[in-house]
């Protein structure tokens, strides 16, 4: 459907990300689950196919192609894996986001490197007592001579189990609120910053998440992205095309759990005939079909509306909720199909039910959504009058 708009070289870009996730993640990715490790490895091997330069501006050495391209390839590679699409696309935000806002001297030290994938980006939002509510946040930065002093620590932030540089947003001034924060390239290589060790979940381990904290860390001067006043607004641009994204993931999962459980509802046997043929199970795939083509229209119009530059706040929340709470349901759903073999690991949906639930948090959790679509309420439906 969104294919359709894409040009050829997009394309052959979105045909490339689903043959480097058939060879790369497909045989690995259970296996990194296992072992609760990040395959940086593999993240290299993504730079080298320019899986983290898709929309990153020609003049930076990037592709220069369209949010619609980008959306679309991590789609493919997260029907294999969504913790490593996850990790590999925070690492593609942060090298486009940087080359764009940061500044020329820093950019010409550091961007080289991030392409290389020697140095992995991560952004920093969230810290360990602010999630949601992103103005609150409470890492402090106090101006010095040359540059800013911050102080605080970040948590559940994909790719901190080896970032190297990460877009981090700190405080300048508490009575200002949201106005007062600002945004730095804060480098792991510098005194001050500590790492911590990457949090054990129940799935999700490729995502690498984790935090860091910065003690008396100095930024200098040309590491700000975004002084005071400008950063909160630079932090909710992106916020549309990571919502758009998350929720082609989400598509990307159940059209990998459709396609293995009607592969194995087709061949195993019930009471003398396919599983698949029992109208209970079918049904409930059904189900899971004609959300799964709902959810894909809802992002693909975000997708779109991102690229003609189209005010996306509600067709992104739309379609990050339906999506989200689609996946969750759905892919159970799949599992249930296949009986207990559902669960086992050679299949993918186990893994893609535990990233699911991630991903009904990541930019925004489905509450929030709630939030953003219930603020629009009155505007999109309270205008006719009835009777
Ligand atoms: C694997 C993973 C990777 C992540 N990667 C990153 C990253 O790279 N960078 C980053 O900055 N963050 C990242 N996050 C953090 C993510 O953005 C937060 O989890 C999310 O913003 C929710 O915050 P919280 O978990 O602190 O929940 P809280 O804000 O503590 O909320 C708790 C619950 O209350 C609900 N809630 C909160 N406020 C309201 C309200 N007003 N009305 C109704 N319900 C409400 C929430 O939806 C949630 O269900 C990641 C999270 C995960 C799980």
Not at 302 to 313: K, M, N, P, Q, S
Request: aromatic share 8%.
């Amino acid at each position: 459907m969104l294919d359709e708009v894409l040009t050829p070289e997009e394309r052959a870009v979105v045909a490339r990300a689903r043959e480097f996730a058939e060879r790369h993640v497909a045989p690995n990715a259970a296996r990194w689950e296992w072992e609760r490790r990040y395959p940086l490895e593999t993240i290299r091997e993504g730079c080298k196919a320019g899986l983290h330069t898709i929309e990153l501006a020609k003049k930076h050495g990037g592709q220069g192609l369209s949010f619609s391209c980008k959306l679309r390839a991590f789609e493919e590679i997260s029907r294999h894996d969504f913790a490593f699409a996850f990790a590999m696309i925070n690492h593609h935000n942060a090298v486009a986001r940087f080359a764009r806002d940061g500044q020329p001297t820093h950019v010409a030290r550091l961007l080289p490197r991030m392409i290389a994938g020697e140095v992995i980006g991560c952004a920093g939002l969230s810290e360990p007592g602010v999630g949601s509510d992103f103005g609150g946040l409470e890492m402090s930065a106090v101006k010095v001579e040359g540059g800013w002093k911050l102080n605080g620590a970040k948590a559940w932030i994909t790719n901190a189990a080896v970032a190297g540089l990460s877009v981090a947003y700190a405080q300048t001034d508490k009575a200002q609120g949201y106005r007062g924060i600002a945004c730095f390239a804060i480098e792991a290589d510098h005194p001050g910053f500590q790492r911590d060790k990457p949090f054990e979940l129940h799935g999700g381990h490729a995502i690498g998440v984790g935090g860091f904290r910065l003690v008396d860390y100095v930024a200098p001067d040309e590491a700000v992205l975004h002084p005071p006043g400008q950063a909160f607004k630079a932090a909710l641009a992106g916020i549309n095309g990571a919502r758009a994204y998350v929720a082609a993931m989400c598509c990307g999962m159940l059209q990998a759990g459709l396609e293995t459980a009607v592969r194995y509802t087709r061949e195993r046997k019930t009471f003398g005939q396919p599983v698949l043929d029992h109208q209970g199970v079918r049904w409930r795939l059904v189900d899971a079909a004609t959300d799964l083509e709902a959810a894909r229209l809802l992002t693909y119009r975000a997708a779109r509306l991102i690229d003609e530059g189209g005010d996306a706040v509600l067709p992104a929340a739309y379609a990050k909720k339906f999506a989200t709470e689609m996946a969750l349901r759905r892919i159970a759903d799949c599992i249930q199909a296949m009986g207990a073999n559902g669960l086992r690991a050679e299949y993918p949906l186990a893994r893609h039910l535990a990233c699911a639930k991630i991903a009904a948090y990541t930019d925004g959790s489905i509450e929030m959504m709630n939030e953003r679509i219930g603020a629009g309420l009155s505007q999109v439906f309270g205008a006719q009058v009835f009777g």
